[in-house]
């Protein structure tokens, strides 16, 4: 009678065991899963908002933003100038950065994910982009879309000591930063 209590002992252990690993294994497949996906939506915006810069299609660009975010960025239009303006004519060759990061999930929604990249344009300056996106939310899909972009026409190493940073990644709106306008700490 000990030795059967014994070995349902083990069988019950060994059971529980087995459920906590698949329990886990699955939990990390979901955040691989969700890692490779904001990825790759990241991926398709930036080779948009790269595309439309290059081509200096203004309106290109205001469609990659969301409806709620058209409404509310004070002068789109002329911003969106600005953005391309700030280029100069000149083409971006690279934009490079890590996977971006991410809020929320696919059930979890909203789901907001940024870029961070280092551009090298033709003219071999390096600037850097900040790309915020609502890449879903049911309850509110009109909010779906780019909603903010910070260009810093200066690399990181450029970078002035008493720069603060720049806008908060949930702020609507164009932020265009130089070394001769930045805000400061």
């Known amino acids: 009678m000990k030795k059967s209590t014994l070995v349902m002992l083990c069988l019950l252990m060994i059971l529980s065991t087995v459920f906590c690993l698949e329990g886990c294994k699955s939990r990390t497949d979901e955040m691989v899963d969700l890692e490779t996906y904001t990825t790759k939506q990241m ?5 948009q908002v790269i595309k439309c810069i290059n081509e200096q299609d203004k309106e290109g660009l205001k469609k990659l ?6 409404k509310h960025i004070e002068d789109l239009d002329g911003k969106l100038d600005q953005l391309i303006g700030a280029f100069n004519g000149n083409k971006i060759e690279s934009a490079k950065g ?7 999930s696919t059930e979890a929604q909203p789901l907001h994910i940024y870029g961070k990249y280092h551009l090298v344009l ?3 300056e390096k600037y850097r982009i900040y790309i915020s996106l609502c890449d879903k939310n ?3 899909s009109d909010k ?14 450029e970078s002035p000591k008493d720069f603060s940073g720049g806008a908060y990644q949930d702020d609507y709106g164009i932020f ?7 805000p400061k700490k």
């Open 43 to 47: 991926n398709k915006t930036k080779k």
């Open 65 to 70: 933003f969301s409806k709620d975010a058209q």
């Open 98 to 104: 890590l996977s971006p990061a991410f809020e929320g």
């Open 122 to 124: 033709s003219s071999k």
């Open 138 to 140: 049911d309850e509110e």
């Open 144 to 157: 779906e879309g780019v909603f903010q972009i910070e260009l810093r026409t200066f690399s990181r190493e």
């Open 176 to 182: 265009i930063y130089t070394l001769q306008n930045y």
